[in-house]
Nanobody, 127 residues
Framework: QVQVVESGGGSVQAGGSLNLACRVS????????MGWFRQAPGKEREGISC????????YYTDSVKGRFTISRDNAADTLYLQMTSLKPEDTAMYYC????????????????????WGQGTQVTVSS
């Protein structure tokens, strides 16, 4: 059974930074593209960034491009998201997922998760 544990969220002021981590177990982590998603209150979950299994290629949604950096450590089965220049509109619960597809504006969760998500990590940015 695939399990993901997101961590690193918190409360910061606008312009601040946070570093998120996602530890994955029960999965051949190094074989999968991985992605970060977020869900703000009252909104649908959206994909914001993804990275190929070997880390060579990354994609970002326009709203985070230039501010967020996705990376991974395959030896540690861990995905990261470095967030800088945070804005109040970045406030959301953040989740990670293995992907069936990682492409420009395409972040399709892998069926290995069977529709389940981790508990997420809350990011709150105040103005």
């Amino acid at each position: 059974q695939v399990q993901v544990v997101e961590s690193g969220g918190g409360s910061v002021q606008a312009g601040g930074s946070l570093n998120l981590a996602c530890r994955v177990s029960g999965l051949g982590f190094g074989y999968y593209a991985m992605g970060w998603f977020r869900q703000a209150p009252g909104k649908e979950r959206e994909g914001i960034s993804c990275i190929f299994s070997d880390g060579t290629t990354t994609y970002y949604t326009d709203s985070v491009k230039g501010r967020f950096t996705i990376s991974r450590d395959n030896a540690a089965d861990t995905l990261y998201l470095q967030m800088t220049s945070l804005k109040p509109e970045d406030t959301a619960m953040y989740y990670c997922s293995a992907l069936a597809l990682c492409a420009d504006n395409r972040y399709d969760p892998s069926p290995v998760h069977r529709g389940n998500w981790g508990q997420g990590t809350q990011v709150t940015v105040s103005s």
